[in-house]
Every structure is written in C-alpha cells, then in structure tokens.
C-alpha cells in the first residue's frame, strides 16, 4: 500500500441483476444495473454506507462523494471479452447508474474505481459473482485510500473552485469545504477564517500562476477512529514554483467528506529561517541571518505577549510583546533588537551569529508559550524548522534575488531618495530568483510609512512574481503623508522553511536637514492662523521643479528671526494645538532652515529641490516659528508629489 493508510471504511456498490428469460437481458447474458449513492439506496439496500466514507450511521449519507467525478466499471473472466464501463459524475450529482448485459458465468470479477477530474482515485474495490439469469444485488467492499481523498478534495478546493471563481471569489464559494465542527483556528472562528482565506486567495496573484498538480499527505492526529487528520503536501504551478501552508491543513471526515476544520490554537505563529541584505544604505550593503518571528492574537481575546525557545536563542528565550500602534501582533522587545538597529524587520527578525546559526541542528524545534495580561500562559505551539538559516559566510551574491533598474527621478537624487520611490505613480524595476539554489517561490513588496486621513501609519503592496519574471511593476496613489519606504524581491526555500530577500532602501535624502527631533517650544506660544502665505491650501510642490518659497507676514514679521519646518508626523496631531506649551508635544518635523532666517525678510526659499525632503503626500504642511517663541503659524494642507 505505499505510505497509504485506510480508514475502517465500507463503501458498497450495488449490482442489480436481472434474468434474461424475462427480457431483460439477451440469451446467455444479464442485465446488470450498477446503482451508486442514493440511487442504490433506492434500490432496496439497507446498509446506509453507500460511498459514505465511515462506517458509523452519524457520518453516513447514502451520496455520492463529491470529488467522485468518474467511476470505472470492469468486468472480467476467462472466457469472456472484458467490458469496460465509465460513468461521469456532474457537479452536485449525488447518484449515479448504469445498467448493462454481461455474459453468464461463474467467476465475473467486477472491479470498481472512482476518480476525480485529476486522475486521483480515492476509492477502489473489486467482488466476484457468479450470473446464472436470476437477480443479483451485490455489495463491492470499497476501501479509501484517504491520501488520494484529501489530494482530490484540495484539488477541488484549489483549482475548481479558487482558481477557477478568481476575483469572484465569495465565502459562500469555500463554505462548504469547512466542516461546521470547524472550532477555531489560529484564533478564528470558522466564519471568520473563510473570510481569511477568501481575501487572502481573491486578492494574491496565486491566482495568474496557475496550479498543474498538487500531492498531499495524511497523518492522524490520535489513533482514535475518525481522528481529524494533518495534510502536508506541495501545489505545483506552471512557473515551477510550488508551496503550501507551512503548517499545512487539519482536516477531518464530516457527513462523508473530508473537511477542513480548525487546529483549535487561540495565537497565529510564524517561524522561518531569514537571511536579507539591504541596499542604499550611506555605509553600504548590509546583510544579517537569523530567524523571522510572529505572533498575532487575530480574534483579540487578550493575548499580550509570547516566550520562544529553542536551539540557537538565549536561555530564557526571545520575548515577543504587544505592539502599541498594533495591538493585534507581538513584537520583538527592544533587548532583542539587533545592534545597530536593522533598516527594517527590526520587529520581527531576530539575528543571530554565523557561529551560533551553525550549531543548529536539522529538525530543531522551537517552542512559543503565549501569555495573557494577567502573564498565565495560555498555550504552548511548537515549530520544526527542518533547516538553519544560510550563514553569512555561505550566501554570496547568487544566493540573493536580483533587483535592479531604479534610477534617480532626478538629478538631485541618486535612486534611494523616498522621491524615486515615485509614490503616486508607477515604481518599475528589474528582478531575477536566485541562481545558487532553486526557488520555490518569488515575490515582491512595496512598503512606506506614513499616515492616512484616519490616521494609519503604513502602506504595503505586495504581489507574487513567476520564476521566469525579469521585472515588475507597483503603482500606488498619493498619501496623506509618507517619509520613508523599502522595496523588497524574495525568493522561498519552501522544503527548508527559509527565505532569502534583497531590500532597496528609499531613505534619502541623508543631509543635516533630515527628520530632525520635536520643536523645542517655549512655555507660552501664540498662533498667528494667517501667518504662513505661501504655500496657500492646494499648492502642488513638484518634482524637478526649481526650489520653492516659503513667506510669512502678520505678526511673525516683527519677531527676531524664524526657523521653518516641514511636517513629519500624523497630521491628526495638528488638529488641536495645545492651547499652553508644545503646541503639537511628539510632532516630528524636517528642518528646513539651516540657520535662523530674519523674521522682517518674510521669506525664505528652499535650498534644493522638493524631492530632495524626503517626504511626499497631500497632508503637507509648513510651520514657521519664531526663535523667541512667542508665535508660530501653521499653512494649509498643501501637496509634494512627483
């Protein structure tokens, strides 16, 4: 049998069979009707484990599976020519027959398949029978081969139904793959994980790749009878890449068919071997290896922080806390912080040494115990990790994803300026999956920080590449504000559980004018809301236009001098200064005077283009200040945009 294993499992077919002396049949033959689901349940049999896949009365139905979509009949004997019968399956077809004239004999071997639209064949089973011109009902023993079920189920799930509704895709299209015992999983109820699934399938670009095959694998999670099931397997697409989840499936018999259901943990963990470089930086290309680590409380029950231990972490392990800005996710603490701080990942990516790394053995598994408020753990998840991380040492420039192609928006800048990021626009760039190794998948990611009108901090915009992609593209609209951004190209090691990435920095302009800390306010301010002139309310500062002026009237005039600053932070703070003090207390802002300005000048132009600040968006706006303090004025809403 292979690595198949068999549930205890009855399937019958009924073989209805008629004399040929009553017309039913030709001189020396019989008619036999071959009777399948509640057809043959019809037919007078009394066993209620027609195609049911158990045995026990609560898990049978009488129907016809449905990723039966063919069953072959043959009939065989020395002394007669083999008869070959196939019957097609239609969608939600739950009965199926087939009458036919077989030579008398004795020892006529009916043997029975059935069969998905992909050649997959979950159930088989063979009897012989003697025909001698009276009625035969005869039951075939069919035995389930559950591996070949659950592939034809997920063939069913994947390429039937995901990729064939598309962006169509409804949670009424996978409701019923989901078993309605379903519980819940990595913190999801079962409505609430269809709903997961169908945003993450409809909108991810697995879509285009096209699935040509699929292999899984079943093991039971306990010896007991009917015990829900883990499916590890692999899909393969046109591209030659291939994946699956990296906890695979828990799936369980329901009414007859294989279902997926919940792995009944309250916490969402990932855990994979990262190593990434990272480009633009001022001193040059910086590369780490550790581990990618995760943990969400999707459901918001309450889960606050997370404990993981394993080969190649410190004693007490690495602690993951809740993120304020994002309650739902668990992130680094700041002692586990590589040194000096990452470009990004700085959250999520713990790094460790190349000597270190190499003590880690295959197959080493990582324990996370997840903690409540009250700091009770209240459960523990383990991770294998079939392999380390890449060293250092190991990865040379093979090993990395290629990215290339981005030039400078303009002469002012040098390709890693947030401008050249061309937000608002259309950022396209070269890519190539590595050559040291092969890829099992590839993709790419566009990410910049900034804020939205409700406050959001952050943009992301991801997409799944080919194998054979030479370039890619993202376009993106103008945000409120955004001052930095990274753009990303992976490649997936998927049988050793580790990624490889290449991540080009947009982080300029690096001159003494970059963000700079909070304005340093005196104790009493007054705001003059008519002081700034100029940029006026709409005012488009553009890329590759001559440097811009600033001017200021009213009572700023009449202070000693001014500095001016360009907003670099949540622009719902400025909604409501403080009426005493630091008007906006946390702001961050660039500093665009590099010495005090004399306030009567009433002007002050820039002393390089826009796309040299650093910041882009629709929520713009400028502050002059007096170096006395005693007054400050703030413009309008205003936009830098390529």
């Given at each position: 049998?292979?690595?198949r294993?068999i549930?205890?499992?009855?399937l019958?077919?009924i073989l209805?069979?008629?004399a040929?002396?009553?017309?039913?049949g030709t001189?020396?033959?019989?008619?036999?009707?071959?009777?399948?689901?509640?057809?043959?349940?019809?037919?007078?049999?009394?066993s209620k484990?027609?195609?049911?896949?158990?045995?026990?009365?609560?898990t049978?139905?009488?129907?016809?599976?449905?990723?039966?979509?063919?069953?072959t009949?043959?009939?065989?004997?020395?002394?007669?020519?083999d008869i070959?019968?196939?019957?097609?399956?239609?969608p939600g077809?739950?009965?199926?027959s087939?009458?036919?004239?077989?030579?008398?004999?004795?020892?006529?071997?009916?043997k029975v398949i059935?069969?998905?639209?992909?050649?997959?064949?979950?159930?088989?089973g063979?009897?012989t029978?003697?025909?001698n011109?009276?009625?035969?009902?005869v039951?075939?023993?069919?035995?389930?081969?559950v591996?070949q079920?659950?592939?034809a189920?997920?063939?069913?799930?994947?390429k039937?139904?995901?990729?064939?509704?598309?962006?169509?895709?409804?949670?009424a299209d996978?409701?019923?793959?989901y078993?309605?015992?379903f519980?819940?999983?990595d913190?999801?109820g079962?409505a609430?994980?269809?709903d997961f699934?169908?945003?993450?399938?409809k909108?991810?670009?697995i879509?285009?790749k096209?699935?040509?095959?699929?292999?899984?694998?079943?093991?039971?999670?306990?010896a007991?009878?009917?015990s829900?099931v883990?499916?590890?397997?692999k899909g393969f697409f046109?591209?030659?890449?291939?994946?699956?989840?990296?906890?695979g499936?828990?799936?369980?018999?329901?009414?007859?068919?294989?279902k997926?259901?919940?792995n009944?943990?309250r916490s969402?963990?990932?855990?994979?071997?990262?190593?990434?470089?990272?480009?633009?930086?001022p001193?040059?290309?910086?590369?780490?290896s550790?581990?990618?680590?995760?943990?969400?409380?999707?459901?918001?029950?309450?889960?606050?922080?997370?404990?993981v231990?394993?080969p190649?972490?410190?004693?007490g392990?690495?602690?993951?806390?809740q993120?304020?800005?994002?309650?739902?996710q668990?992130?680094?603490?700041?002692?586990?912080?590589a040194?000096?701080?990452?470009?990004?990942?700085?959250?999520?990516?713990?790094?460790?040494?190349?000597?270190?790394?190499?003590s880690?053995?295959?197959?080493?598994?990582?324990t996370?115990?997840?903690?409540?408020?009250?700091?009770?753990?209240?459960e523990?998840?383990?991770?294998?990790?079939p392999?380390?991380?890449?060293?250092?040492?190991?990865?040379?420039?093979?090993?990395?994803?290629?990215?290339?192609?981005?030039?400078?928006?303009?002469?002012?800048?040098?390709?890693?300026y947030?401008a050249?990021?061309?937000i608002s626009?259309?950022?396209?760039?070269g890519?190539?999956?590595?050559?040291?190794f092969?890829?099992?998948?590839f993709?790419?990611?566009?990410?910049?920080?900034?804020?939205?009108?409700?406050?959001?901090?952050?943009?992301?915009?991801?997409?799944?590449?080919?194998?054979s992609?030479?370039?890619?593209?993202?376009?993106?609209?103008l945000p409120v504000?955004a001052?930095?951004?990274n753009?990303t190209v992976?490649?997936?090691d998927?049988d050793?559980?580790?990624?490889?990435?290449?991540?080009?920095?947009?982080?300029?302009?690096?001159s003494?004018?970059?963000?700079?800390?909070?304005?340093p306010?005196?104790?009493?301010?007054?705001?003059d809301?008519?002081?700034?002139?100029?940029?006026?309310g709409?005012?488009i500062?553009?890329?590759?236009?001559?440097p811009?002026?600033?001017?200021w009237?009213?009572?700023?005039?009449?202070?000693?001098?001014?500095?001016?600053?360009?907003l670099?932070?949540?622009p719902?703070?400025?909604?409501?200064?403080?009426?005493?003090?630091?008007?906006?207390?946390?702001?961050?802002?660039?500093?665009?005077?590099?010495?005090?300005?004399?306030?009567?000048?009433?002007?002050f132009?820039?002393?390089?283009p826009?796309e040299?600040?650093?910041i882009?968006?629709?929520?713009?706006?400028?502050m002059?200040?007096?170096?006395?303090?005693?007054?400050?004025a703030?413009?309008a809403?205003?936009?830098?945009?390529?």
């Amino acid at each position: 049998m292979g690595n198949r294993f068999i549930f205890s499992t009855l399937l019958f077919f009924i073989l209805m069979a008629c004399a040929g002396c009553s017309g039913s049949g030709t001189a020396g033959t019989s008619k036999v009707t071959v009777s399948f689901g509640q057809a043959a349940a019809k037919g007078g049999v009394t066993s209620k484990t027609v195609f049911a896949g158990m045995t026990t009365a609560a898990t049978s139905t009488g129907i016809l599976p449905s990723i039966v979509k063919k069953i072959t009949i043959t009939v065989t004997a020395p002394d007669m020519t083999d008869i070959v019968r196939v019957i097609t399956v239609a969608p939600g077809q739950t009965s199926a027959s087939d009458s036919f004239a077989v030579p008398n004999g004795s020892g006529r071997v009916f043997k029975v398949i059935a069969q998905d639209n992909y050649n997959n064949t979950p159930y088989t089973g063979s009897t012989t029978v003697d025909l001698n011109g009276t009625d035969t009902a005869v039951p075939v023993t069919m035995q389930e081969d559950v591996n070949q079920a659950i592939t034809a189920k997920l063939y069913l799930y994947f390429k039937d139904t995901i990729e064939a509704k598309g962006t169509a895709l409804t949670a009424a299209d996978l409701d019923r793959f989901y078993a309605t015992s379903f519980g819940i999983h990595d913190g999801l109820g079962r409505a609430a994980a269809i709903d997961f699934d169908v945003k993450d399938y409809k909108f991810g670009d697995i879509l285009s790749k096209g699935m040509v095959s699929l292999t899984a694998s079943a093991k039971p999670l306990s010896a007991a009878v009917g015990s829900p099931v883990k499916v590890t397997g692999k899909g393969f697409f046109k591209d030659g890449s291939y994946g699956f989840p990296d906890d695979g499936f828990i799936m369980v018999k329901e009414n007859g068919e294989w279902k997926i259901t919940g792995n009944n943990y309250r916490s969402a963990v990932e855990m994979r071997g990262i190593t990434a470089q990272w480009l633009g930086l001022p001193t040059g290309v910086r590369i780490e290896s550790g581990f990618m680590v995760r943990v969400e409380d999707r459901d918001n029950i309450g889960l606050v922080s997370a404990v993981v231990k394993g080969p190649g972490l410190p004693t007490g392990g690495i602690v993951l806390a809740q993120d304020a800005m994002y309650p739902q996710q668990m992130r680094l603490g700041n002692a586990y912080w590589a040194s000096p701080q990452l470009p990004t990942k700085q959250w999520e990516m713990y790094v460790i040494d190349d000597a270190t790394l190499g003590s880690i053995a295959p197959n080493s598994v990582y324990t996370f115990s997840i903690y409540d408020s009250n700091n009770v753990v209240v459960e523990t998840r383990t991770v294998t990790m079939p392999a380390r991380p890449w060293l250092r040492s190991e990865v040379t420039a093979a090993y990395f994803p290629a990215l290339s192609g981005i030039s400078p928006v303009t002469g002012a800048t040098d390709g890693h300026y947030l401008a050249d990021a061309r937000i608002s626009g259309t950022l396209t760039y070269g890519v190539a999956v590595p050559t040291a190794f092969k890829a099992s998948w590839f993709d790419t990611y566009l990410n910049y920080y900034g804020w939205d009108s409700l406050g959001k901090a952050g943009y992301f915009f991801d997409r799944d590449l080919l194998l054979s992609d030479t370039s890619a593209s993202f376009s993106s609209t103008l945000p409120v504000l955004a001052i930095g951004g990274n753009l990303t190209v992976a490649a997936e090691d998927f049988d050793n559980r580790r990624e490889i990435e290449t991540t080009w920095l947009f982080y300029g302009p690096p001159s003494p004018m970059q963000i700079s800390s909070v304005i340093p306010f005196m104790t009493t301010t007054f705001q003059d809301p008519t002081g700034v002139t100029a940029p006026a309310g709409g005012t488009i500062w553009k890329f590759g236009t001559a440097p811009p002026t600033v001017t200021w009237g009213g009572s700023l005039l009449f202070a000693s001098g001014v500095e001016v600053f360009l907003l670099a932070d949540d622009p719902g703070k400025l909604a409501t200064p403080l009426s005493s003090g630091d008007p906006f207390p946390g702001s961050i802002w660039v500093k665009l005077t590099p010495t005090v300005v004399p306030a009567s000048t009433g002007t002050f132009t820039l002393s390089a283009p826009v796309e040299t600040l650093g910041i882009v968006g629709s929520g713009c706006r400028i502050m002059v200040v007096s170096t006395s303090g005693d007054v400050w004025a703030l413009s309008a809403p205003f936009i830098i945009s390529p």
